[in-house]
């Protein structure tokens, strides 16, 4: 109970984007919830056949080290944490578990990190989709007041269609393309259509 306790702290970590209304933006834990969601159902597209269960388990914890236990760090400090940093985090938040669990937990969460087996790539797709799905809901809000360009989010993204190509040029094509149209994000990698 009290790791349950701890990780409730993930509820107050404020992440970049928008909920679909465009009024307020989402937790970490929303953002959490929502994957596992989307990875239940969109678990089919996977380039490989994945654990579903597995996968989710990543994706509800995979951001459990930017809340270290009792420390709320301002947002940018928290998304900037070198790895050690974000290891020691994970280390302090499983080690409040039962060793059996702590050790399969963290162990999960360094798949995640590595990102090298099916789980943990499709993980990465659901982890960049999500947020890129949210943005398109919004009417590219978050996109156009932080004045991002199209070679961010490809950056972002250079390895979602290793978890799925199909999610990923389903993405590209319905959630970035039209907001590309519309100037939400700035064209710095094409032609000017």
Partial sequence: FAFIREIDKEKFIGRQTYLTDGERKENDAEHAWHMAIMTVLLAEYSNEPIDVLKTVTM??????????????????????????????????????????????????????????????????????????????????????????????????????AKGSETLWNYSYENFITPSLREGKIKNDTLPEE
């Fill in 59 to 160: 994706l509800l914890i995979h951001d459990l080290s930017r809340s270290t236990p009792a420390t709320h760090m301002p947002m940018m400090r928290r998304r900037r944490k070198p790895a050690g940093e974000r290891i020691k985090g994970c280390r302090a938040h499983f080690g409040m578990l039962p060793p059996d669990q702590g050790e399969k937990l963290r162990a999960l969460w360094d798949e995640f990190e590595a990102g090298e087996t099916p789980e943990a790539r499709f993980a990465h797709t659901m982890d960049n989709i999500q947020p890129t799905m949210l943005n398109d809901a919004s009417k590219g809000k978050a996109w156009a007041t932080r004045g991002v360009h199209l070679s961010q989010i490809l950056g972002r993204n250079k390895n979602t």
